[in-house]
Every structure is written in structure tokens, then in C-alpha cells.
């Protein structure tokens, strides 16, 4: 019954490193959205796509780029990792347009650690 | 935006009703109530939504003031699986075609045996 698969849930990796994240649904959404949580700043945007290849700036777009070359694929990349990109990282899909239907689903998100 | 006011924790004993409380004084006319929640470590869960009037599903029913200035959401009888963070969302103006959804710092349920 998973709608939303984030391929990893762990990962440690090294300053410097170059990250990739990556996210599929399965519902033929056409919105995907990327965000990060972090304790007392709750979930902040950081890129969303509402089409294959667009993409567009969400809060705190800085230090990151996106990827969405398949509609049910859209991957978040870190070119080079920084300590305070250590998060937990979720990916979420929604249908198009602005109506009340229009509800996130999230996947289980990625908790990322950068030594 | 819109935003909105949550108590940061609340108690509940497992079998009774939690109502978690919402204030959202600024919501323009055309803008949604969401409900999600995040047992800890996982992604956030849809709850339930509204407009205006109240709504009702297999896990919450919410309730929404007359002036829509508040809301509250009703877990009808609490289990310890209900132990989540609730968030309270608005959906901001300007949004369409996005989905975007601004999540504050939520209300910290406690089911309690």
C-alpha cells in the first residue's frame, strides 16, 4: 500500500560529498514537493515541481537542486554536503490544481547525517 | 498567509475523545482547514479537511466555527497509535497549482493508558 517511496531512510555521509535523494510515487501525481524538518523550525519547502522537468523554488532552496525527469520521479541533490544539511528529509506528491482534494501524501522520509 | 495556533501538548486517556484545538483568526474566505499528523519518525499523515462545514471520515471528525476562525479536531476514541504530532494548516492564497502547505510547530498528543 506504499504511495510514496523514498529510497533511503538512513544515510551518513561526509562534508563535501555529493548527495542524491530520490523519490518515486506511484499515484500519477502531478505536484512533488521536497521539504526538510528540523526540531522548532518544523517543515520548510524546499523545491517543488508541478510537471516533469519544471521546477521551482520553495523557502530554502539554498544549497540544493532537483531533478524530475519521469513524472512519478523527482530527486533532491546535495552537490556538496554541507554539517547543517544533517535533517530528516520528506518527499510528498499531490493531484494538480487548487482544490480542497488536494492532499499531500507523504513518504517515510530520509534522515540525513553529514560528518 | 494565513497562519495558526496550536497548544504545544496535550494529554488524552486511551478510549476517550481528543479534541485538538486550532485558532486561524486571518483565514480568507476561499482558503481550506488541514489536518495532518506525524508519529514519530515517519512522514506526515492527511488527517481531514474543510471549507466551512463540518466534516467527518473513518478517523477524525472537524468541526469549524461559524466565523472560520477556529476548528477543532475530534479523535473519537484515542489509542496509543493516536500518540502524534497534529498540525493545524491553512492553505495560504496565491497557491494554485502547487499544493504548497505551510506546516507550524504543531500540537504534541499524548494518549495515556
Known amino acids: 500500500d506504499v504511495k510514496v517511496t523514498q529510497s533511503s531512510r538512513y544515510l551518513v555521509k561526509r562534508t563535501g560529498e555529493k548527495v542524491f535523494l530520490e523519490c518515486v510515487q506511484d499515484?500519477?501525481?502531478?505536484?512533488m514537493f521536497w521539504y526538510r524538518q528540523d526540531p522548532g523550525l518544523g517543515l520548510r519547502l524546499i523545491y517543488f515541481?508541478?510537471?516533469?522537468?519544471?521546477?521551482e523554488k520553495g523557502d530554502i532552496p539554498e544549497g540544493y537542486s532537483v531533478s524530475r525527469e519521469k513524472k512519478e520521479r523527482f530527486s533532491l541533490i546535495l552537490e556538496s554536503a554541507s554539517t547543517n544539511q544533517t535533517s530528516m528529509y520528506l518527499c510528498?506528491?499531490?493531484?494538480?490544481?487548487?482544490?480542497?482534494?488536494?492532499?499531500?501524501?507523504f513518504g517515510a522520509g530520509s534522515r540525513l547525517t553529514v560528518l | 498567509d494565513a497562519k495558526t495556533t496550536q497548544p504545544p501538548s496535550m494529554d488524552c486517556a486511551e478510549g476517550r475523545a481528543a479534541n485538538l484545538p486550532c485558532n486561524h483568526s486571518?483565514?480568507?474566505?476561499?482558503?481550506?482547514v488541514y489536518w495532518y499528523r506525524q508519529i514519530h519518525s515517519q512522514g506526515p499523515q492527511y488527517i481531514i479537511h474543510?471549507?466551512?462545514n463540518n466534516e467527518t471520515n473513518e478517523m477524525a471528525s472537524l468541526i469549524i466555527t461559524e466565523d472560520r476562525k477556529s476548528s477543532t479536531l475530534i479523535l473519537p476514541h484515542a489509542t496509543l497509535r493516536d500518540t502524534a504530532v497534529y498540525y493545524c494548516?491553512?492553505?495560504?492564497?496565491?497557491?494554485?497549482?502547487?499544493?504548497?502547505?505551510?506546516f507550524g510547530q504543531g500540537t504534541t498528543l499524548q494518549v495515556k493508558p
Open positions: 510528498a506528491s499531490s493531484p494538480p490544481g487548487f482544490s480542497g482534494a488536494n492532499v499531500l501524501t
Open positions: 486571518t483565514i480568507s474566505g476561499n482558503e481550506y
Open positions: 474543510g471549507l466551512k
Open positions: 499515484m500519477d501525481h502531478e505536484n
Open positions: 494548516i491553512v492553505r495560504p492564497p496565491g497557491s494554485s497549482n502547487t499544493g504548497k502547505l505551510i
Open positions: 515541481s508541478y510537471d516533469v522537468k519544471m521546477k
